[in-house]
């Protein structure tokens, strides 16, 4: 029966046309609707603020939802950027090129992806080395790389999130597989638990890290904004603004000024990449 | 859970006339038809103003108005059964799926306010829950002075207290010895004559309640700007949700919520605009 109702909706679709091409554009929009990762949403809701302060006239609304949403999102029309920290996956690409839609990015900047543990560990660096043994479970001692003896706890973020994909590339590269004892845990929760449990090891986006936790070096170099943007420190995340080639004027503009660079702005968590890019003549 | 089967009971039975009694002749000579729109009781007189709107311009359509819970309208949506979703909250990763559209209209917001002598002007989100929940019964405990706490709500059935009970407590109810003030004006009366009261009122009434503080939550002050962005914590995206994108009179419906016409009707409901 269900199916007869959809086959019915979808005909009286067809067969009264109505004014659908209102659903899409009605003449142009000045608000501009932002979806996607969680872990940029705080600077990306002070861009917006600072932007709407400055122009009242203008409307950001942001909500979160990951950058698979966002995505999601532009593709079919419910938002005008994607806030995103990876490439588009391959499964969107085909619903992309069926709507001819090309997609157009901007990297406002970076944040790094660090390896914590408990404020007790003893170790204050690891290797790239260790890192991909420890998350792909060919190393399950602490005593095995320097530490007490103990078996290693792995807390990971949610698969479908883009910081578990930035650190699996980066960390396990190609072909390297998670251990399977590895805990599937959101990063509100991850911190706690690490802060909690002295064999822990886990991963969080520098913005999330707070004292609770010890925050590990990679290969010895330390979190700076000059490690980060020239790619030193091996673990970063772009923040990236996505929008379709059919976006408006508002959502170019607001691009273009979230991008800009910015004289001695500081934000926990969050490197600008525009002064390095676009260097002073 | 009862009311959830009786939104879908009551969505498929009026499926079920809708296709036995549809034909041809029915769809071409563009007879009378409706459009169901179901889910957040928070949206319900939104989506009853936008539809009495709507359907000034489109005569034809029939426009059935329900509420039921977002997660009723959203499950609904995705068997056919009605033709909008309204939900008030954003979709998890697990209910998103890629034919489900969901077009933000509208952001809500709730404001803590307190007596203005209350040496109080920012709590934390912990700190307010255990206020309305009864945890926290004297303000020593929130770093106020040694005084009893006196709790002040709107009635049940007020789309406020329903933000309180599920946003700030998580489902639960607010603490039983409230004191309850039937109109956001009474509430801050109360609120304003009693230096040891907090409550709550929504943007839209704070022309009315000059008289108390509206304190920031997790050091953040509602504005309209912290709404938008949704930095302010109790704020809360309203959504209205397609089916896949077939042109039609659910689309034109959705189409006009975010028009001028209808963000006008969103800001008349007291409620934040967001195109």
């Known amino acids: ?33 932002v979806r996607g990762s969680a872990v940029f949403m705080p600077i990306a809701q002070h861009i917006a603020e600072t932007y709407m302060n400055e122009r009242p006239d203008r409307v950001v609304a942001l909500s979160g939802g990951g950058s698979m949403r966002g995505y999601k999102s532009i593709i079919d029309g419910t938002a005008d950027i994607a806030l995103v920290s990876h490439a588009v996956l391959p499964e969107l690409k085909k619903e992309i090129a069926r709507r001819g839609l090309t997609l157009v990015s901007a990297t406002a900047g970076y944040t790094a992806i660090v390896p914590v543990v408990h404020p007790s560990n003893p170790l204050a660096s690891l290797s790239m080395k260790q890192l991909k043994y420890i998350f792909s479970g060919r190393i399950a001692n602490w005593k095995d790389i320097g530490g007490k003896t103990a078996p290693v706890n792995v807390y990971v973020e949610l698969a479908k999130d883009g910081i578990a994909e930035t650190w699996n590339d980066a ?28 064999a822990a090891i886990s991963y969080l986006p520098l913005s999330e890290i707070n004292a609770s936790v010890k925050a590990l070096r990679i290969d010895g170099i330390a979190v700076t904004p000059e490690t980060v943007l020239d790619g030193r420190h091996p673990v970063r995340s772009p923040l990236m603004l996505v929008r379709t080639d059919k976006a408006s004027a508002a959502t170019e503009e607001f691009i273009r000024y979230f991008i800009a660079p910015r004289k001695d702005f500081h934000f926990a968590g969050f490197f600008y990449a525009a002064p390095s890019a676009k260097p002073d003549k | 859970m009862n009311r959830r089967n009786l939104l879908l009971a009551l969505a498929a039975s009026v499926f079920a006339t809708n296709s036995t009694a549809f034909d041809w002749a029915f769809a071409a000579r563009k007879e009378r038809r409706s459009l169901l729109i179901a889910g957040s009781g928070t949206m319900l007189a939104l989506n009853k103003v936008l539809a009495a709107a709507f359907s000034k311009s489109h005569p034809l359509i029939d426009m059935v108005v329900e509420k039921g819970g977002s997660l009723a309208g959203l499950i609904a949506l995705k068997r056919g059964a009605i033709d909008v979703g309204a939900m008030s909250r954003d979709l998890t990763i697990a209910e998103d799926e890629f034919n489900i559209r969901g077009f933000l209209v509208a952001k809500n917001e709730v404001s803590i306010v307190v007596n203005r002598k209350l040496p109080i002007t920012s709590l934390f989100h912990e700190q307010i829950r255990s206020l309305f929940n009864g945890k926290i019964t004297n303000w020593k405990q929130a770093g106020g ?3 009893p706490v006196r709790v002040v709500s ?30 956001a004006k009474e509430l801050s009366e109360i609120v304003a004559a009693d230096p040891f009261a907090i409550g709550y009122i929504s943007l839209k009434d704070h022309e009315s309640a000059a008289n108390v503080l509206s304190i920031a939550v997790d050091g953040v002050r509602a504005s309209r700007a912290t709404i938008i962005s949704e930095r302010y914590p109790y704020t809360q995206p309203l959504f209205l949700l397609l089916l896949g994108d077939k042109p039609g009179p659910a689309a034109d419906f959705v189409a006009f919520a975010r028009s001028p016409a209808g963000q006008k009707i969103v800001e008349q409901q007291g409620l934040v605009s967001v195109c």
């Open chain 1, 171 to 198: 960390v396990l590269g190609d072909g390297g597989t998670l251990t399977p004892k590895a805990a599937v845990i959101s990063a509100e929760r991850r911190i706690q638990l690490v802060a909690a449990d002295p």
């Open chain 2, 154 to 183: 709107l009635k049940q059935g007020s789309t406020s207290r329903q933000f309180i009970e599920d946003v700030v407590l998580g489902g639960h109810d607010i603490i039983a010895s409230a004191t309850e003030a039937g109109s």
């Open chain 2, 145 to 147: 002075p040694a005084a």
């Open chain 1, 1 to 33: 029966m269900s199916k007869y109702a959809c086959a019915a909706a979808f005909l009286l679709g067809i067969l009264l046309p109505g004014s659908a091409a209102s659903a899409q554009t009605g003449g142009e929009r000045k608000a501009v609707h």
